[in-house]
């Protein structure tokens, strides 16, 4: 069964850094296209950025120039880099392949940015 577990989310002041974190439990990694969602408090999950196997990358418009996805194949993990926080960034992350599977969600982390 695959899995994938989050890391690394917390509390921050707004213009703070935070990197989240995101293993997976089997070599799905090196198969598919990967990607970061949120989910504010109140409104949908939303897809914040992608990252393919050659490392090709899109960010939603809300996040260029903040945030940065990269992967490491051989460690089964891709992660987020999140800089320049604003509290409008609060929000529950997840990853999951893009396009997502309903099987892959987990728990995610839960960023709070504070004003």
């Known amino acids: 069964q695959v899995q994938l577990v989050e890391s690394g989310g917390g509390l921050v002041q707004a213009g703070g850094p935070l990197r989240l974190s995101c293993a997976a439990s089997?070599?799905?990694?090196?198969?598919?296209?990967m990607g970061w969602f949120r989910q504010p408090p109140g409104k949908q999950r939303e897809l914040v950025a992608f990252i393919t196997r050659g490392g090709i990358t899109d960010y939603a418009d809300s996040v260029k120039g903040r945030f940065t996805i990269s992967r490491d194949n051989a460690k089964n993990t891709v992660y987020l880099q999140l800089n320049s926080l604003k509290p409008e960034d609060t929000a529950v992350y997840y990853c999951n392949t893009q396009p997502p599977s309903q099987w892959f969600w987990g728990q995610g982390a839960q960023v709070s940015v504070s004003s």
């Open positions: 089997s070599s799905i990694f090196s198969i598919n296209t």
